[in-house]
């Protein structure tokens, strides 16, 4: 098993452009979720998904959306790049939806953002 | 709303002792509270879970403690060695209806051979 895998794990935008994170787990976890990673402020969960089709917004969703096609990929779009959305970001699943209450997350390890 | 404090400042100790971190909450009790390891460039890696009433959990050299009352849960980390070197996160799941993870800033732990 490869876990969670997230690419790219560097990436750097101009203000304005667009990009898509892409995340995979070969887990079959029903779980996802991405976060974002910065000094001072912790982890900060931006998206999550429950299962396929089924996303809602965590607590810094705006200026990023995301899909659930399948129960593997869980990808985030950012529509157009700013500054403040420099950053590390992870994604992370979990075997069921038991994640919102106690089960452990599996993260990937990171995708570096920098927008000049 | 509900915050997670760590120490902020790094904690360094000598190779063989153990370590003690500390993660305070304030406000909502949680149901559940989650320790996780991060090394540098890395994504965390879930350790340990204790339940608001379970006392204390342990797994091989950790060994976590939650005490309702302090609005505390402590981490330690007995016989550590230099490869025990990383960052530390807790993390507080509320109890009730909104069960998201809140997230504390982490504790960096460096242990000297």
């Known amino acids: 098993n490869a876990g969670v895998t997230q690419t790219p794990k560097f990436q750097v935008l101009k203000t304005g452009q667009s990009m898509t994170l892409q995340c995979a787990q070969d887990?079959?976890?029903?779980?996802m979720s991405w976060y974002r990673q910065d000094p001072g402020m912790g982890l900060r969960l931006i998206h999550y998904?429950?299962?396929?089709?089924?996303?809602d917004q965590g607590e810094v969703p705006n200026g990023y959306n995301v899909s659930r096609s399948t129960t593997e990929d869980f990808p985030l779009r950012l529509l157009s790049a700013a500054p403040s959305q420099t950053s590390v970001y992870f994604c992370?699943?979990?075997?069921?939806?038991?994640?919102?209450?106690?089960?452990?997350?599996?993260f990937g390890e990171g995708s570096r953002l920098t927008v000049l | 709303s509900q915050k997670i404090e760590q120490n902020s400042e790094a904690l360094n100790i000598q190779e063989g002792k153990t370590a003690t971190l500390t993660c305070n909450y304030t406000?909502?009790?949680?149901?559940?509270l989650q320790w996780y390891r991060q090394d540098p460039g890395r994504g965390p890696v879930f350790l340990l879970l204790?339940?608001?009433n379970e006392k204390e959990k342990r797994k091989e050299r950790l060994k976590v403690t939650f005490d309702t009352t302090l609005k505390q849960s402590l981490f330690h980390i007995t016989a550590s060695q230099p490869a025990d070197s990383a960052t530390y996160l807790c993390?507080?799941?509320?109890?009730?209806?909104?069960?998201?993870?809140?997230w504390g800033l982490g504790t960096s732990l460096a242990v000297n051979p």
């Open positions: 992370a699943s979990s075997p069921e939806n038991r994640a919102l209450y106690t089960g452990e997350l599996f």
């Open positions: 887990m079959n976890h029903e779980y």
């Open positions: 204790i339940r608001e």
């Open positions: 406000n909502y009790s949680p149901a559940y």
């Open positions: 998904s429950v299962g396929a089709g089924i996303t």
């Open positions: 993390a507080l799941v509320r109890a009730g209806n909104n069960r998201k993870l809140i």
